[in-house]
Every structure is written in structure tokens, then in C-alpha cells.
T-cell receptor, first 116, second 115 residues
Framework: AQSVSQHNHHVILSEAASLELGCNYSYGGTVNLFWYVQYPGQHLQLLLKYFSGDPLVKGIKGFEAEFIKSKFSFNLRKPSVQWSDTAEYFCAVSIVSGGGADGLTFGKGTHLIIQP | KAGVTQTPRYLIKTRGQQVTLSCSPI?????VSWYQQTPGQGLQFLFEYFSETQRNKGNFPGRFSGRQFSNSRSEMNVSTLELGDSALYLC??????????????FGNGTRLTVT
């Protein structure tokens, strides 16, 4: 079974600071990669995804992530965070096989708090 | 478009009972997936239904089952409830099978408490 590791469970930053949240997965084959975000009181929503092609993907609200296959990593970045970025961030992976892709395996999440 | 709707929002059951949770996907979405979220284990995949058939399954015991109807609505059933089944159960819908070209859209979840 594959696993997804998010290195930081809690991150506290000041507004305008740069953000990088780490994500590593264990599966050696083809994968689809995702970052989901859950704002306080809201449901999980997709931030960005990688299926193939350019390993640097851009998502909503200025977020981007880079897929580094050799490192099994898919780190999330934002150059300048805002107070409204306070949320729980989840990295997720699905294995791609001949029959399609299976369910998502999620990391445990990173609780990001942005201080004004 | 209305989002994914899960009912009920909250449930309290006792050990040994069974429970049924309901999920209405976004109109036009044919895939429905279920996830369990707990503080200790995080989000874990239960199963996925597409065109009324279970297509993918996670690592949960047979007490967890589900079904999908012809209108794509889905139900999840847990029998012989255990205390450890207390969790937030999330439903997600997507246009296609599996987490491929169409993203998952999550509902707000059903909070199940087993006493």
C-alpha cells in the first residue's frame, strides 16, 4: 500500500511570508497528484492537480506545486501568503493503472495559520 | 449547480447498531466516492461507485458497504457499529471514474458518533 507524508502538521507564518509545504509519496509507478484545501467551516476543495506534462503546476489563489519524480515529491508553494490562506492543506495521490486511477490516498494534512 | 449534498449532517448511534448515510452528487456527475476522516488516521478512501457498480475499494472491513442508484445518488451503510467508527464521512463526486481528468468535489460530510 502506498503512503503520503506531509512533513509539517502545523505551520505558522506572518502575512507576506513565503510558503512551502512538503509532500512525499511512496509509490514508484505512475501517479496523479493533488493538493486540496479546507478553509475553516468549508468543505474540501481542489487547489491544484498534476496528471502529466509540465511538472510545475499552477492552481488557484496564487498557489503552485512542483512534481519531482526522482524525489517522489509534490511540494506546495506560494510566494506571499495572506491571512485568508489560513486553512488545512492536504496532499493526495492516486495510482494510475491500466484500469484507470484508484481512490485518493491523503496525507495527514498541514494546518496553516497566517498571522496578520 | 448545487454542490454535493450529504444527509444527515450529524448522527449519534450506539455500538452494534447499523447506520445508512446518503449522498447526492453534483448533477451530471456519475462517480461517487466515500472517505472516512478521523483525527488519528486522517482521510481514508472507502470505495467508489460509477454507473451503479463499485469500481474501487479501500482497506475497510466488510461491515462498510455502499450502493449507487440509477440517478447516481449513493448510500453508505455501516453495520455492527464500533466505537472506532466515529468519524466524519465525506462523499465526493466527479464526472469520470477515478481521480483522473476530473477533480473530486466534496460534500460537507456526515459526523457519526458511536457511543
Amino acid at each position: 500500500a502506498q503512503s503520503v507524508s506531509q512533513h509539517n502538521h502545523h505551520v505558522i507564518l506572518s502575512e507576506a511570508a513565503s510558503l512551502e509545504l512538503g509532500c512525499n509519496y511512496s509509490y514508484g509507478g505512475t501517479v496523479n497528484l493533488f493538493w486540496y484545501v479546507q478553509y475553516p467551516g468549508q468543505h474540501l476543495q481542489l487547489l491544484l492537480k498534476y496528471f502529466s506534462g509540465d511538472p510545475l503546476v499552477k492552481g488557484i489563489k496564487g498557489f503552485e506545486a512542483e512534481f519531482i519524480k526522482s524525489k517522489f515529491s509534490f511540494n506546495l508553494r506560494k510566494p506571499s501568503v495572506q491571512w485568508s490562506d489560513t486553512a488545512e492543506y492536504f496532499c493526495a495521490v492516486s495510482i494510475v493503472s491500466g484500469g484507470g486511477a484508484d481512490g485518493l490516498t491523503f496525507g495527514k494534512g498541514t494546518h496553516l495559520i497566517i498571522q496578520p | 449547480k448545487a454542490g454535493v449534498t450529504q444527509t444527515p449532517r450529524y448522527l449519534i448511534k450506539t455500538r452494534g447498531q447499523q447506520v445508512t448515510l446518503s449522498c447526492s452528487p453534483i448533477s451530471g456527475h456519475r462517480s461517487v466516492s466515500w472517505y472516512q476522516q478521523t483525527p488519528g488516521q486522517g482521510l481514508q478512501f472507502l470505495f467508489e461507485y460509477f454507473s451503479e457498480t463499485q469500481r474501487n475499494k479501500g482497506n475497510f472491513p466488510g461491515r462498510f458497504s455502499g450502493r449507487q442508484f440509477s440517478n447516481s445518488r449513493s448510500e453508505m451503510n455501516v453495520s455492527t457499529l464500533e466505537l472506532g467508527d466515529s468519524a466524519l464521512y465525506l462523499c465526493a463526486s466527479s464526472e469520470t471514474l477515478g481521480a483522473t481528468n476530473s477533480p473530486l468535489h466534496f460534500g460537507n460530510g456526515t459526523r457519526l458518533t458511536v457511543t
